[in-house]
């Protein structure tokens, strides 16, 4: 199974559908929420090459973006094989 690392804020609604959609596949997750830390929100913008916004998702240590790549990946068919 793949290593997934979601960072997320609280109140992000694409965070909620990108956790829904990873827990609809059965894809465990490290989910770190990076609302009010902000040492965890620059090593988001650190390690997703300068994105701020959330979801950022990351397989196997590579940047996916959020959301909405995410569920592209999955309407190509690609993401299963990713998650492994």
């Known amino acids: 199974m793949a290593d997934v690392t979601i960072y997320t804020t609280h109140y992000c609604p694409y965070c909620i559908r990108a956790k829904a959609l990873l827990d609809q596949k059965g894809v465990a997750y490290r989910e770190v929420d990076v609302t009010n830390d902000n040492s965890e929100r620059l090593r988001l913008v650190e390690r997703s090459g300068g994105r701020r916004t959330v979801p950022q998702i990351f397989i196997d240590g590579k940047s996916i973006g959020g959301y909405d790549e995410l569920a592209a990946l999955d309407r ?7 998650l492994g």
Do not use: F, V
Not at 76 to 82: F, R
């Open 76 to 82: 190509a068919g690609e993401l299963d094989s990713m």
